[in-house]
């Protein structure tokens, strides 16, 4: 019995998150401390899990295995594959810089009694988050898996209800009924995704009687566990709504606007760049490897979804007035490449998606954190609130247009390798869909580049004139971000390393092959 | 006399009570006719009885009656509570709580 | 020696981080930095030439492998460079131009606050262009292609206070994303094809794919270059970009960044060869191209704009060329040489006007300033005979043997192409005449002018050190811009007879590019001859109508064609309506129906249940005897119900 | 006369009668209900003869010590093995001894004690002229508001007859699931029927409610045993014999020595259908199924909290036990008829309940609507027929008791002058104000709404689970959909608490004895552990899933 790394690796943030929340009222800045030390001490953990990792190795490696209930046939099982690896490892590099980013957004309120401790809270429940995402991308059985994507949503429910900007233009009342309506619709939407898949869950039950990824797929090979075509269909699509819900996809995506609008630019982040991994992350693991025949068939909606979630999303990200709601449109067009390249059934789709997740992680946080900053300065989250600020704070409108050319995936930076990918990918085999979706990185540039000159360039706007450019805090959390976006640009092999492997296993569960060239030129 | 006759009769009485359960306002007839039901189960426990020919039937219909009696001391407790807090015994009038 | 080949790149690399991330700490030195580090590129460029020299010819190709990038399954890509003859040639136009306009740019920002930043960007540029040039695969190629379209936003929208400025940026931008589409749709289509997409293997085998394929490919590599080298029909920013510092037009908008379209059209010569509609398509694009500049320099009074109209006109005759195939694609790249010498000194001389002129762009405000700027006068005059190709200087040696190329095109194709081409041969004697008198001859219109309105689109900000409406008193500039000129106008006087004497061009690039000599239906004498007859014709028009009688101070009129010229021949307008408010009316609509159908039917179903439940609730009415019935009701239908079972 | 024949008379007059032998009784299996009762007995003694003041801690003591006891005589009898290998039928054939009736009877034995805590709770309302009091009025026959009742205030009385009355409950609900002839049934029914009737009548506060609660529950209650006792008549008349596995045996024709009359009957379907129908449609009315489900919110908001608490819980627990074993054990042979109805009501309960509860403004109506809509998923595993759906239940029961208990314990604490502050708006910001309590709720509703790592989540899958397996796939489906219905207003009653701002003249939150406070905990720390560690009790209610024929 070696040392249970993985399951540390989620639990560490956990007991974090308890004692966060332990902490007396008066010591917040304690707190924020603990939260940080904790969520830094994660990210060594994943760190050894990053290096204990071998590409080569086994499918799933570092697993654990215990009873838990057998009466649903349910065991405790963890392990992790190549894209397991990358996105833990994602997870637990933003959650600092989140924690960062963050460290006033929960100053108390004036309301409220001694005991009201909203800054404990609100890392605490931070962390809570980011134990039950690790857990998750762990976890190899299905069971266990949905238990954490279900009660994930209570601490990111609290979260964006809880906290929000702290200037509104229709001042405190109304931003917290918004709050709140925010809050309940993501619950609601992911909810019943949610409760969708367990009715699924439960037929697989019913089908396989048992939960473990591994168990089903040996049935499988050996016969003695037969799905009906029409069975792994329902099964498929009860799985595969309540990922389309998280991740976003077209048209069950309106919950992610509203929640990223709402939420502090930190919770935000946590919102697109780390939870909604998971509904992604989870179409790769489970409706590929669960239902190969149904995710086949099913393929072709799906892709067209996926296009019209990038087209939409962009669109739409140009016709917005508000910055962070501009940003979520553009990671639902964002998303639409992930699932695109998922679906795309390809190597490259599937190894550029899962690049995908970890860019736009990366991107998007550091776009989002800026805009935050920015947001935090002047009090309003309206585009036209701002302009000129290039002029007086010019290292924040530089990370902020980094941020933006990342998003748009300029040539350099990380996101448009995986892009890259994920268009190739499709590509290859859907030469159509390719091309349409190869014009979202016209809009792409459009909305990012609308974005930045109303707000940054322009004559100087006299409610900005005196902001203040990035303070060390902030510049400590942007900096890495950006030399981070710049490395994976020009040397993602240590991602595409770990990841390839995976992706072909997930290939050959599928049985489908890349497309052959027409010429063979290659040396 | 054919005994069923006599079943025939305890339905008539039970559904003369669940009807005065629905159409009566006063607790107290309300209650009175709750107990005619019973009586109407009585009636077909004794009937059955004597039909079977053995003596359970029979004997239920004294705890019947036993229950009906509890059933008596608590109702009656309850509604005279009400009419003296009411000043009435209407059921109708008892609708602080609806919706 | 191929070691060397990434310092090329790393030199102004390291420039653009030091000056960007330095800070104001940099302020005093930065530009030296930058003026230095880019001049170590060039340096380093011609060691590398020297080495290319030493070697016969067909071991002129340099590889150097530095990392593998994306490696996933039988998707490679190298960070790999080749340098050969094409890509030595554009290193050290790049690097030589650039380094001279780094030089002048010392001269003509020393009054920009944010001088250091400038620097930073060119050297940027700089590396992203070297990047571009040396890149030995189509993806590494696309770094460099949007890296340069990067740094002219940022140069475009340098003085980002100015929203026209920072418009015209976005613009190019954009507009060059489109052609970015058609790159990497090309790259895709490679793959697919080939199964990759370095050079190498791409080119050895292009003959084996299918035609269409080809096609496909060649004309998505079209596109790409139509939006870096402002080709119709996606040349609309170019005019606009004008709004970027003068020597930023001139690196990047004349000598260098803008010929990139050609780069890559010369570069993937295997593939056109072997798709002869593509290169039909090619030459028409490059024909329409070259007239359309032209036309719209005949009607500009901006001097940026005018030079900007022709700068698209030249790259036409390129493009032109490179179309024509193996007879021209040493030809275009020769013309792109020669032009990035003597547009980058025309530019330059602009600038230097401007500079001497409080940043007055204004031609018809212009006027007799020979006498004030001589040495500006003589290097733009060289400049100005170089480009309408007067005998002898560099422009007359390429543009007449691209004449010459189109004609050789043979059949009607080939008579409409070099009837094009002399055309524009005209109309550049033209308008550049025009350009020279209305600047350097005739009255002095600059004097006694009207107050100009603060908010004219031209105002720069080193005007406002100068005094808003003080006349301006004409000066030559310093030393540190006008060497640069000189140098230039020694390139463009010099460079053409250099290139052609013994065909030392045609044989130096000729491993790369392959060549053929065409059949000219017309003997080179008569085409020269033609050309010839057409530039005195040009001339002649251009001094009978600006030379003899005085030019008006505010433009008059105009016909039709001078009307649609100025406004760019209406294609931004047809933008405007079809793109830009097309799309701003799909996106507000589609924020509506995100807004009342997608999240409405989400909120709907949740109202619906409210109502329903609503409505239930009343039945809860408190009255216990209803509570009774509805009980009587419920046993009732279970008996029912229970008996139905039975019964069916 | 001859002497023979007088000899002869005498001998038949001498001819022996033959005598009645005593029932035979197993005293020791049939212990937890006895002690119970007998606590009962002793409580009422206690009334007559223990000055008032001692009576409170007397009864308490005594129902607490009994309750104990009790519990621990069904765990003793189930190590025993009553529960499994040695399940049988005591007291001649009256009430089953087996795993269902154990687990059942436990259930409610610790339910029952919980609940008396919160019935024994005397620190949440403000001292009454110095005298600690309780959630029930002084003294249950005065008119609210009269002199009589000032006085009786005054005089520091309390109903301290509210905890015989509550064994006596209990111990009707600890035969009604284990009882095996339907008279058993129908007096088991009644003996936990009436005490509720009258303890929902004694708030201290809001006496006009509680009383029009205790009319209606009364009277609905009367008109519904009533039909059940038809039922039973009928059924009796259709075999001739109220014991389960008799009418089970004639229900399947496997019966044997059939006498012409029974022969008559027999063939009569519609006495068996409507005699069943009418039985368990008395069963539905006491689990609160639609359509007889209307009874309860208006009882559960005018009834004391602490008897809404504990009649939520408890009264639920007996009831489906006494359903499953009716439908197991009578009527299997009738499978095929009661499926079809079954799944009708189960239906419309789960989706009833939930959407009515959706425009809800009263936290204790609230979780009325919540516990019908909770009724229908428990049906969902009723109807599963397989040993799995038995157990499900039964863990489905365990946990939900609890978690119920400790919500309208949370409710009774959120008081303002006039009393409990159960309107929803007044729980505006109690987050804010208190934020543990507030924490503790929102545990609660999330394990109502059955978030995992909840108790709620375990029942719910062990439940649909099993339906799944019975085939009743659309059943689950539906089910599915209403959680999620459901979960809207457990939601709505989260953000109200967390993310409005507190009424300045809102409520405060009592400070309750170490009482309220265990049993709060308890809830809380059943409903975490049947959620994260289920393993065991399932387990429990695996074994526990047989019942003995």
């Excluded at chain 1, 957004?105 to 690790?134: C, H, K, N, Y």
């Excluded at chain 4, 000899?7 to 005593?22: F, N």
């Excluded at chain 4, 909770?374 to 946990?399: E, M, N, P, R």
Aim: charged content about 15%.
């Amino acid at each position: 019995m070696s040392f249970p790394l993985l399951t540390a690796t989620a639990a560490l943030p956990a007991l974090g998150a308890v004692a966060t929340a332990a902490v007396p009222a008066a010591r917040r800045t304690a707190a924020k401390w603990l939260a940080l030390l904790v969520s830094l001490a994660t990210l060594a953990l994943a760190v050894v899990v990053l290096v204990r990792f071998d590409p080569d190795g086994a499918r799933y490696q570092l697993t654990e295995s215990h009873a838990w209930i057998k009466a649903f046939g349910v065991r405790y099982e963890l392990g992790v594959d190549g894209i397991a690896v990358a996105l833990i490892a994602l997870t637990a590099l933003l959650i600092p810089f989140i924690v960062l980013a963050g460290w006033h957004d929960a100053d108390p309120l004036e309301t409220g009694s001694r005991r009201w401790r909203p800054t404990q809270g609100f890392f605490a429940l931070i962390l809570a988050v980011e134990a039950m995402v690790i857990i998750s991308f762990e976890a190899t059985d299905v069971f266990v898996f949905y238990i954490f994507f279900e009660a994930m949503l209570i601490p990111m429910y609290f979260l964006i209800g809880g906290f929000g900007d702290r200037a509104h233009e229709h001042g405190e009342e109304a931003a917290a009924t918004q709050r709140s309506y925010a809050a309940v619709k993501f619950l609601l939407y992911n909810l019943v995704g949610g409760l969708i898949m367990l009715a699924a869950v439960i037929g697989l039950y019913v089908v396989a009687g048992n939960f473990s990824l591994a168990e089903i797929a040996q049935a499988r090979a050996n016969g003695t566990l037969h799905m009906a075509t029409s069975t792994e269909r329902w099964l498929f699509l009860g799985f595969f709504f309540a990922f389309a819900v998280k991740a976003p996809l077209w048209p069950l995506h309106t919950w992610l606007p509203n929640a990223m609008q709402e939420s502090t630019a930190p919770v935000a982040v946590l919102i697109t760049a780390v939870v909604d991994k998971v509904g992604t992350f989870a179409m790769l693991r489970f409706c590929l490897q669960l239902f190969p025949e149904a995710s086949k068939w099913a393929t072709p909606v799906i892709l067209v979804l996926a296009v019209i979630s990038i087209v939409y999303g962009a669109l739409l990200a140009v016709g917005q007035r508000d910055i962070k709601r501009l940003v979520a449109y553009a990671s639902i067009s964002h998303f639409g490449f992930i699932v695109l390249g998922i679906f795309a059934m390809t190597s490259q789709g599937q190894s550029g998606a899962t690049l995908y997740m970890v860019n736009h992680g990366i991107s998007t946080a550091a776009l989002m954190l800026v805009a935050g900053f920015l947001i935090s300065r002047r009090g309003s989250r309206l585009i036209a609130d701002y302009g000129g600020v290039q002029k007086v704070a010019p290292v924040l409108a530089g990370t902020f247009l980094i941020g933006g050319l990342a998003t748009l995936s300029l040539p350099g930076l990380a996101p448009f390798v995986s892009e890259f990918l994920v268009l190739v990918g499709t590509f290859t085999r859907y030469p159509a869909i390719g091309v349409v979706a190869t014009f979202g990185i016209v809009l792409a540039a459009l909305y990012t580049l609308v974005l930045y000159q109303r707000t940054m360039t322009g004559p100087v706007k006299p409610e900005v004139s005196a902001m203040p450019d990035l303070r060390a805090r902030e510049l400590v959390v942007v900096a890495p971000l950006i030399v981070l976006l710049i490395f994976l640009g020009v040397y993602p092999k240590p991602v595409t390393d770990i990841v390839n492997p995976a992706v072909k296993q997930t290939m050959s569960d599928v049985q489908k092959k890349d497309p052959k060239p027409e010429v063979e030129a290659a040396k | 006399m054919n005994p069923v006759n006599y079943l025939y009769l305890a339905a008539l009485l039970f559904t003369i009570g669940a009807t005065g359960v629905l159409i009566r306002r006063n607790a107290i007839v309300v209650f009175m006719c709750v107990e005619l039901m019973l009586n109407a189960c009585n009636l077909a426990f004794v009937v059955f009885s004597r039909m079977h020919g053995n003596l359970d039937g029979q004997i239920i219909a004294f705890f019947t009656m036993v229950v009906a009696a509890a059933e008596v001391v608590v109702g009656l407790a309850i509604i005279v509570s009400l009419f003296r807090t009411r000043h009435s015994a209407s059921v109708d009038d008892a609708s602080l709580m609806k919706l | 020696m191929e070691k060397l080949i990434a310092l090329l790149i790393a030199a102004p690399l390291l420039g653009a981080a030091v000056l960007l991330v330095g800070g104001r700490r940099l302020d005093r030195v930065g530009h030296w930095i930058g003026t230095l580090l880019s001049t170590a590129s060039f340096v380093i460029g011609l060691v590398l030439f020297a080495g290319l020299l030493g070697r016969n010819a067909e071991h002129r190709t340099l590889i150097q492998h530095l990392w593998t990038w994306v490696p996933v399954e039988s998707f490679q890509a190298d960070v790999t460079f080749r340098l050969d003859q094409l890509s030595m040639t554009f290193v050290l136009l790049i690097t030589g131009v650039g380094s001279l306009i780094h030089l002048y740019s010392v001269g003509y920002m020393a009054h920009d606050e944010r001088r250091r930043r400038f620097f930073g960007y060119l050297n940027l540029f700089l590396a992203a262009m070297l990047l571009l040039v040396l890149a030995d695969n189509y993806l590494l190629l696309y770094v460099g292609w949007e890296g340069v379209g990067l740094a002219s936003y940022l140069l475009i929208g340098f003085w980002q206070h100015k929203p026209s400025a920072a418009t015209a940026a976005k613009k190019a931008f954009l507009v060059n994303r489109v052609g970015d589409v058609g790159l990497s749709i090309a790259i895709m289509l490679l793959f697919t094809t080939f199964g990759t997409f370095a050079f190498g293997p791409v080119l050895d085998h292009a003959g084996s794919a299918s035609e269409g394929k080809l096609t496909a490919i060649a004309l998505m590599l079209l596109l790409a270059a139509c939006g870096k080298s402002a080709q119709v029909p996606l040349q609309s920013w170019l005019g606009d970009a004008m709004e970027g510092p003068t020597p930023v037009s001139a690196l990047i908008h004349a000598a260098t960044m803008v010929t990139a379209g050609v780069y890559l059209i010369v570069r993937s010569a295997a593939v056109f060869n072997a798709a002869p509609d593509a290169q039909l398509v090619v030459t028409v694009v490059g024909a329409v191209t070259l007239l359309f500049g032209a036309i719209v320099g005949c009607a500009k009074d901006d001097i940026k704009k005018a030079l900007a109209g022709s700068t698209m006109s030249q790259i036409g005759y390129m493009v032109l060329a490179a179309g024509l195939g193996p007879v021209g694609y040493v030809f275009a790249i020769m013309h792109l040489v020669t032009h990035g010498f003597f547009k980058a000194g025309l530019f330059l001389g602009a600038g230097s006007v401007m500079h001497g002129m409080n940043d007055e762009v204004d031609m018809r405000k212009y006027g007799g300033l020979r006498t004030y700027m001589p040495v500006t006068f003589v290097t733009f005059g060289l400049g100005y005979l170089a480009i309408i190709g007067f005998p002898g200087l560099s422009g007359f040696f390429s543009k007449d043997k691209i004449i010459e190329a189109a004609f050789a095109k043979g059949g009607t194709e080939g008579w409409i192409l070099g009837g094009a081409a002399l055309l524009g041969a005209a109309i550049t004697a033209f308008y550049m005449t025009r350009v020279m008198l209305m600047t350097f001859f005739g009255e002095e219109r600059w004097r006694s002018r009207p107050t100009r309105s603060p908010e004219a689109p031209s105002a720069e900000p080193a005007a406002e050190h100068q005094g808003e409406h003080a006349e301006p008193h004409p000066h030559e500039s310093p030393k540190v811009m006008t060497i640069p000129m000189i140098v230039l106008a020694v390139g463009s006087v010099f460079g053409g007879a250099f290139f052609s004497v013994g065909d030392r061009f045609l044989h130096w690039l000729e491993p790369v590019t392959g060549h053929s000599e065409g059949d000219s239906p017309l003997s080179a004498a008569t085409v020269t001859g033609a050309t010839m007859v057409c530039l005195v014709a040009g001339v002649a028009i251009a001094w009978a109508q600006y030379g003899r009688k005085p030019v008006p101070a505010v433009a008059p009129r105009g016909s039709l064609l001078t009307r649609a010229a100025r406004r760019d021949l209406y294609q931004d307008d047809l933008n405007h309506v079809v793109l830009v408010r097309g799309g701003e009316h799909l996106t507000r609509s589609l924020v509506y129906v995100d807004h009342t159908l997608v999240d409405g039917v989400v909120n709907g179903t949740a109202a619906g249940f409210g109502g329903l439940s609503g409505r239930l609730r009343r039945l809860q009415n408190g009255f216990a005897r209803s509570y009774a019935v509805s009980m009587f009701g419920g046993a009732a239908l279970l008996v029912a119900a229970t008996l139905l079972m039975r019964a069916v | 006369m001859s002497a023979a024949a007088v000899h002869s008379l005498w001998t038949t007059a001498a001819d022996p009668i033959s005598k009645i032998d005593a029932p035979k009784i197993e005293y020791g299996q049939l212990s937890p209900t006895l002690i119970v009762v007998g606590a009962a007995l002793v409580g009422v003694l206690i009334e007559a003869f223990v000055p008032r003041k001692g009576r409170y801690y007397a009864q308490v003591f005594v129902s607490a010590v009994a309750l104990c006891a009790a519990f621990a005589a069904v765990v003793a009898l189930a190590a025993d093995g009553y529960g499994t290998t040695k399940a049988h039928i005591a007291a001649m054939g009256a009430v089953a001894v087996d795993g269902p009736a154990l687990f059942l009877q436990g259930t409610i034995l610790l339910a029952g004690l919980v609940g008396l805590f919160t019935f024994a709770e005397r620190r949440l309302d403000p001292e009454a002229h110095g005298n600690r009091v309780d959630s029930f009025a002084a003294q249950a026959a005065s008119v609210p508001g009269s002199d009589s009742e000032k006085a009786a205030i005054r005089a520091g009385f309390t109903t301290t007859e509210v905890f015989p009355l509550l064994l006596f409950a209990i111990a009707g609900m600890l035969v009604f699931p284990a009882a095996n002839d339907l008279l058993t049934l129908f007096v088991a029914l009644e003996v936990f029927s009436l005490p509720l009737y009258l303890l929902c009548a004694v708030a201290r506060r809001k006496r006009l409610m509680s009383q029009e609660a205790a009319v209606k529950y009364f009277l609905l209650g009367a008109f519904a045993s009533a039909f059940t006792l038809f039922g039973i008549a009928l059924l009796y008349g259709y075999a001739g014999s109220v014991s389960y596995a008799r009418i089970a045996q004639v229900v399947d024709g496997t019966v044997t020595n059939v006498d012409p009359a029974l022969a008559g009957t027999m063939g009569n379907d519609a006495l068996l259908l409507l005699g069943s129908a009418l039985l368990v449609m008395g069963l539905l009315f006491k689990v609160g199924a639609v359509p007889f489900h209307m009874w309860t919110p208006d009882v559960y908001q005018g009834a004391p909290t602490p008897v809404t608490g504990f009649m939520a819980a408890a009264t639920k627990v007996a009831a489906f036990g006494a359903l499953l074993r009716l439908l197991y054990v009578v009527l299997p042979g009738l499978r095929w008829d009661w499926r079809p109805v079954m799944w009708a009501v189960a239906i419309i309960t789960m989706l009833g309940g939930a959407i009515v509860a959706i425009t809800q403004t009263d936290i204790k109506r609230l979780l009325a609507y919540s516990s019908i809509a909770h009724a229908g998923f428990i049906l969902a595993g009723v109807i599963a027929t397989s040993k799995d759906g038995v157990s499900s239940v039964l863990f489905y029961l365990a946990g939900y008791s609890f978690v119920t208990i400790g919500a309208f314990a949370v409710v009774a604490l959120v008081r303002d002058a006039g009393g409990e502050a159960t309107h929803l708006s007044k729980w505006a910001g109690l987050g804010r104000r208190s934020p543990l309590v507030a924490a503790v709720f929102a545990v609660f509703l999330l394990a109502f709404a059955g978030i995992p790592l909840t108790s709620g989540f375990a029942g719910k899958f062990a439940v649909f689970k099993a339906a799944a397996d019975g085939g009743a796939v659309p059943l689950v489906v539906v089910g599915v959909l209403s959680s999620a219905i459901a979960a809207f207003f457990y939601i709505r009653v989260i953000v109200l608490m967390f993310f409005s701002e507190p009424r300045p003249e809102g409520p405060t939150v009592a400070v309750p004895s170490p009482l309220t406070t265990t049993a709060i905990a308890v809830g809380v720390a059943a409903t975490l552990v049947l959620g994260v560690a289920p393993q065991y009790f399932l387990d429990l209610a695996n074994q526990a899933g047989v019942f003995v024929r």
